[in-house]
């Protein structure tokens, strides 16, 4: 029987039909707007908290900083629950029953959930510069291999020491080497968004929550599996080592039929 390949499985270019990887990208660019926001209203909470922490409402500021952390490590939960592939369940280390307000706000303070967030949101601004590296390397990609039905035209690739870095493209020779060259920069640009994404789901997964239960039961259901030994085998008298169960040679002696005829 012939089996088909799945084409996400094909090496290099499995890439660019792998559902997966879209899904990553999309994540990647979302990155990139709510990495600004996150670094605003952080960098305008924690600053303006502190100079104002002599008085009241720098300790609110600085409180309400430390819930939207919470708020947006809830969001990034569910998001990389949609985008990465994980199945995780909030830190269940807020209690319930607090008497008084100094209580009810020193539980948030005193949850390490909380603290977890605020370490993901700021990891979350390197993201955000991979995630804007890797735009530019995949619109620029994506405009070279459109290069055969465009040229003649001029390829623009940012700006060095103040000079823009250009590539005028005249002639078809031309443009399929840049059709070749913008494939290959969109094949790196789409295995290393895997790449990053995978670590930012490593990340979710340290920072953001744990597990849910279905995962752990699936999880430990597997373990016990490959641990038990199969049905078929039989381990043998004074041996450490499984044999098959049709390996084994009966003994003559052990013929049930022959026992009752003896009887």
Not at 22 to 41: C, D, E, K, M, S
Request: with cysteine; net charge negative; charged share 20%.
């Amino acid at each position: 029987m012939v089996s088909l390949r799945s084409p996400s499985a094909l090496p290099v270019v499995g890439v660019l039909v792998d559902g997966r990887t879209y899904r990553h990208l999309l994540y990647l660019l979302l990155a990139i707007p709510l990495g600004f926001v996150y670094w605003t209203l952080s960098s305008f909470g924690i600053t303006f908290g502190l100079v104002l922490s002599v008085v009241l409402v720098g300790l609110v500021i600085l409180l309400a900083t430390l819930i939207g952390a919470r708020i947006a490590a809830g969001f990034e939960r569910w998001l990389a629950n949609r985008l990465l592939g994980t199945d995780l369940d909030r830190y269940d280390d807020i209690p319930d029953d607090t008497d008084g307000a100094v209580a009810g706000v020193r539980k948030y303070v005193d949850a390490a959930s909380t603290w977890r967030g605020v370490g993901f949101l700021s990891l979350k601004f390197f993201v955000t510069v991979l995630a804007f590296l890797l735009l530019v390397a995949l619109v620029n990609g994506l405009s070279l291999v459109l290069a055969p039905l465009r040229y003649p035209y001029v390829a623009t690739f940012g700006e060095s020491n103040g000079e823009p870095v250009t590539w005028a493209i005249d002639t078809l020779p031309e443009a399929l080497l840049a059709t070749a060259i913008g494939v290959v920069s969109v094949l790196v640009a789409l295995h290393v968004t895997n790449l990053v994404a995978y670590v930012c789901r490593q990340m979710a997964t340290a920072l953001l929550g744990e597990p849910t239960a279905d995962e752990e039961a699936s999880s430990e259901t597997s373990a016990s599996v490959e641990e038990s030994a199969p049905d078929d085998e039989t381990l043998l008298p004074g041996s450490d080592e499984f044999v098959p169960a049709d390996a084994v040679e009966p003994d003559p002696n052990d013929d049930p039929v022959r026992d009752e005829r003896g009887a």
